[in-house]
């Protein structure tokens, strides 16, 4: 089967670090993706990892193990601005290009 | 403008009624997808398209049906709503290319409660 896991709630202080973990199993990899939806609104786009380590955006970092099928989201600097659902998701090289999604990690940054 | 509209943003209904949620792009893209997200179980494929001739099933399709009027135009159906299709309802879009990495673009959603 295909399965995706992550916490389901953080919390974290302004200015700190925090570090949201992935893990998945599915049929094949073509890609992870993180995705930012802050709440009653969409998912927007924040990084995606197809080879092992790690991309750097500004304050967001990705990084990604496909061996161990392990990823995390490091925030740095965090604002309260980042509260917000932090979404993993896997694209398997089965099932033609369609896109597994994790249920997501509730983030609230407190002051 | 947003590059992917969803009509209406909110919507009541009633058991047994049917409504049809309507997406809308202009980012040229050839993939489009409806999903549901539900508390604690995250966003749920219904159905997807890879052109206008190309409708695919999701993995929760029973109860929904779908019509790509055409590239930029992709609706979502309920035939004979039900409560348990209460939900946050989302369209998006994708690049066709085959080297693309398939970076999903949302509408801002649809709130559907089925009374």
């Known amino acids: 089967g295909q399965n995706i896991d992550q916490p389901t709630e953080m919390t974290a202080t302004e200015g700190a670090i925090v570090q949201i973990n992935c893990t998945y199993q599915?049929?094949?990899?073509?890609?992870l993706f993180w995705y930012q939806q802050h709440a009653g609104e969409a998912p927007t786009f924040l990084s995606y990892?197809?080879?092992?380590g790690l991309e750097e955006k500004g304050r967001f970092s990705s990084f990604l193990s496909r061996s161990k099928g392990y990823s995390y989201l490091l925030l740095k600097e965090l604002q309260m601005k980042d509260s917000a659902s932090y979404l993993c998701?896997?694209?398997?090289?089965?099932?033609?290009?369609?896109?597994?999604f994790g249920a997501g990690t509730r983030l609230f940054v407190k002051a | 403008d947003a590059d992917v509209t969803q009509t209406p943003r909110n919507r009541i209904t009633k058991t047994g009624k049917r409504i049809m949620l309507e997406c809308s792009q202009t980012?040229?893209?050839?993939?489009m997808y409806w999903y549901r997200q539900d508390p604690g179980l995250g966003l749920r494929l219904i159905y997807y398209?890879?052109?206008?001739?190309?409708?695919n099933k999701g993995e929760i399709s029973d109860g929904y049906s779908v019509s790509r009027q055409a590239q930029a135009k992709f609706s979502l159906s309920l035939e004979s709503a039900i409560p348990n299709q209460t939900a946050l309802y989302f369209c998006?879009?994708?690049?066709?290319?085959?080297?693309?990495?398939?970076?999903?673009?949302f509408g801002a959603g649809t709130r559907l409660s089925v009374l």
């Open positions: 998006a879009t994708s690049e066709g290319d085959r080297g693309s990495k398939n970076i999903q673009y």
């Open positions: 599915t049929s094949g990899f073509n890609g």
């Open positions: 990892n197809v080879l092992d």
């Open positions: 998701a896997v694209s398997p090289t089965t099932g033609g290009f369609k896109t597994i």
């Open positions: 980012k040229g893209h050839d993939r």
């Open positions: 398209s890879f052109d206008v001739k190309d409708i």
